[in-house]
């Protein structure tokens, strides 16, 4: 309590050092400060941070386009399911505190979990996808410049009625797309 | 997720920002205060 | 010490030189005799250069049927498709309840039937992973040629 008083004193109190030396030092103080709290943040984006706890994730997702494709252009973890938007991304991080708790109570800490809770995992996420119109699939593949005459028969007359017309978004009809399916017994569509 | 569970998060979320702000304020004054009383500051 | 190492030399020239001798002698069982494979020509003991890797077609038109009773081809590429207890892509456009929506060919009623014949609600078991009969297509020409011709009615 002191020491609180004190430091409050310190700072109420004009300092002896010149006007540029105290300004200097909170300038850079805060770039280091700004720079060391997003250089955290990013490091909990990695794919080694979330495969430390998701790691069977991570072995489904090898196979995928997302993963290794023809040019190398690639998705991780965060690029599909932290927003990019930084307000967004505090919101989402703060929420991640959730995934604490999970991971300490072993909610998915065998494959037998994982495979049980799958199905409300993959909910959520999609649930997520459709209210933000798949914002994160849109971040790179941005539908305002598909270019039609350079995909298949199929891609075009889907992407050119249902999901143009902003009937369907990205994650309405390419589910599965990352991951291993849940058992789609009810989902719309399958 | 529920719009209960979407009100909480976005509450707690958005008063993160502020709060990170202050926390790194704070922790600069605290080293900027330190560091100026081995030098200006000093205590005669 | 010296009439050691004499004799040591002596002793390894001679293994040498039979060992040559033996060496022609396996090298004449490797010519493959004008016998020409899938390999191509080459002989045995010489590697030949790898073909191009084959691509699987995106996207094209359904491919008319060699044979009455052929699984189709897949037209399309099957890149990552689950076909598993969860989930059956291929039948989130080719079931009877999607076809019509997504354009895509119906599977037919065969799918439907067990094994004696009785006809289910929903695709048969035995029916359920097909990529054990429809297979996709590679960007490639035939390993051997052959002139085989369709029945009348499909040409």
């Avoid at chain 1, 459709?130 to 992407?159: A, I, L, V, Y």
């Avoid at chain 3, 079931?95 to 009785?118: D, F, L, P």
Wanted: with cysteine; net charge positive; aromatic share 8%.
């Amino acid at each position: 309590m002191k020491l609180i008083l004190n430091f409050w004193r310190k700072l109420t109190t004009p300092s002896k050092a010149a006007v540029g030396t105290v300004l200097a030092m909170g300038f850079l103080g805060g770039i280091i400060f700004w720079g060391a709290f997003n250089m955290g943040m990013e490091a909990t984006n990695t794919e080694e941070f979330c495969s430390a706890c998701h790691a069977p994730i991570l072995k489904e997702l090898k196979e995928t386009i997302h993963y290794s494709n023809r040019s190398g252009v690639r998705a991780i973890c965060s690029d599909c399911h932290v927003p990019h938007k930084w307000t967004d991304k505090i919101v989402r991080k703060v929420q991640a505190s959730n995934e604490i708790v999970a991971f300490l109570m072993g909610k998915i800490s065998t494959q037998e979990k994982f495979e049980a809770r799958r199905k409300h995992l993959a909910v959520r996420e999609w649930q997520r996808m459709k209210e933000n119109d798949s914002q994160e699939c849109r971040n790179c593949h941005n539908f305002e410049f598909m270019d039609f005459s350079e995909q298949g028969p199929r891609s075009r007359k889907q992407h050119s009625t249902a999901l143009a017309s902003g009937e369907k978004t990205c994650v309405d009809c390419h589910k599965g797309i990352a991951h291993q399916l849940p058992d789609m017994s009810d989902v719309p569509g399958w | 997720m529920s719009t209960l569970e979407y009100v909480i998060w976005h509450i707690l979320g958005y008063t993160a920002i502020p709060f990170i702000f202050l926390v790194g304020f704070i922790g600069v004054a605290g080293v900027s205060v330190w560091a100026l009383s081995f030098t200006s500051d000093k205590k005669k | 010490m010296r009439k050691l190492l004499a004799v040591l030399l002596a002793a390894g020239t001679l293994f040498s030189v039979s060992a040559q001798s033996t060496e022609t002698a396996v090298i004449e069982n490797v010519n493959n005799g004008g016998v020409a494979s899938l390999r191509g020509i080459t002989e045995l003991d010489t590697t030949r250069k790898a073909d191009e890797l084959k691509r699987v077609i995106k996207d094209r038109s359904p491919i008319d049927r060699d044979y009455v009773y052929q699984p189709p081809l897949v037209p399309h590429q099957t890149r990552h498709y689950e076909v598993s207890l969860n989930a059956n892509k291929c039948l989130s456009c080719h079931s009877w309840k999607y076809a019509g929506e997504m354009g895509a060919t119906k599977i037919s009623v065969t799918h439907y039937q067990s094994r004696e014949g009785e006809v289910l609600s929903d695709v048969s078991p035995r029916r359920y992973f097909c990529l054990q009969c429809h297979v996709t297509q590679a960007d490639a020409s035939p390993l051997i040629e052959n002139d085989f011709k369709r029945v009348d009615s499909l040409r």
